[in-house]
C-alpha cells in the first residue's frame, strides 16, 4: 500500500471484479488504500481476487451478484451500507447492468446522476 493513499478510509464497491479489468480495478482501489466490496458472478474468481488483496495487507470482502436483477443489486449495496457505513465509490466493470440507480445508496454530498456508472463522490 502507498504511504499516503489517496483513498484512505474510502469505502468501493467494484461490480464485475471477477473478470480481468474489475479485478484490476478493485487491486488499484486497495492499493490507493480503500476498503473494497467485489461483487460478480463467479464465485472462484471473486475469491481469488478477495485472497490477492487482503494478502498484500488491503481489506476486501465479495459477494456473487447478479447485476442483471435490480433486487439482488439493491440488497447488495444495502448490504455493503449497512456494514460500512457508506458507500464512496462504485465501479461497474459488467457491461450490461439492469436499468438500476444507485441514489438511494449515494452519500448527501454526491452530486445526483441519472445512470449507474463509474463515479466517485
Excluded at 9 to 35: N, P
Excluded at 60 to 72: K, R
Excluded at 73 to 102: C, K, M
Amino acid at each position: 500500500m502507498n504511504d499516503s493513499p489517496i483513498l484512505k478510509d474510502k469505502r468501493a464497491v467494484v461490480f464485475g471484479a471477477g473478470g480481468s479489468i474489475g479485478a484490476a480495478v478493485a487491486r488499484q482501489f486497495s492499493a490507493d488504500g480503500a476498503e473494497v466490496f467485489l461483487a460478480g458472478r463467479t464465485k472462484s474468481s471473486l475469491d481469488a481476487v478477495t485472497r490477492q488483496i487482503t494478502d498484500s495487507g488491503g481489506r476486501a470482502s465479495y459477494a456473487v451478484v447478479d447485476t442483471l436483477d435490480d433486487a439482488a443489486v439493491d440488497s447488495y449495496l444495502s448490504e455493503v451500507v449497512e456494514q460500512a457505513g457508506r458507500i464512496d465509490i462504485e465501479f461497474n466493470a459488467t457491461g450490461p447492468v439492469s436499468r438500476h440507480t444507485v441514489p438511494a445508496h449515494r452519500p448527501p454530498s454526491c452530486p445526483s446522476t441519472s445512470s449507474w456508472s463509474p463515479r466517485t463522490c
